[in-house]
Nanobody, 124 residues
Framework: QLQLVESGGGLVQPGGSLRLSCAAS????????IGWFRQAPGKEREGVSC????????KYADSVKGRFTISRDNAKNTVYLDLNSLKPEDTGIYYC?????????????????WGQGTQVTVSS
């Protein structure tokens, strides 16, 4: 059974850091691009970052460039998102998704499977 499980969220002060993990089971992670998305209350899900199937290409939303870093460990079937210099506007539920294509895109329409999400709250 295909499954994505996010972990690593929590409450952090502005300027703090978190590492999110997306562990996959039921399929081989290196056949698909993987993306991270977030959704704040009352807002649509937005693309944060994605990484191509073999890790050669990454993309970031302008709002997180220079602060977030995506990486993947195909041997562990896991994708990571390092969040640094966090701001209150980074608050939301973070989801990882499996793309239906190998290339990296930040549109949720390209993703067919999602995890349950992990809450990130940035507040003093």
């Amino acid at each position: 059974q295909l499954q994505l499980v996010e972990s690593g969220g929590g409450l952090v002060q502005p300027g703090g850091s978190l590492r999110l993990s997306c562990a996959a089971s039921g399929f081989t992670l290196d056949l698909n691009a993987i993306g991270w998305f977030r959704q704040a209350p009352g807002k649509e899900r937005e693309g944060v970052s994605c990484i191509s199937s073999r890790g050669g290409t990454t993309k970031y939303a302008d709002s997180v460039k220079g602060r977030f870093t995506i990486s993947r460990d195909n041997a562990k079937n896991t994708v990571y998102l390092d969040l640094n210099s966090l701001k209150p506007e980074d608050t939301g539920i973070y989801y990882c998704g499996r793309s239906v294509i190998r290339v990296c895109v930040l549109s949720p329409k390209a993703y067919d499977s999602w995890g349950q999400g992990t809450q990130v709250t940035v507040s003093s």
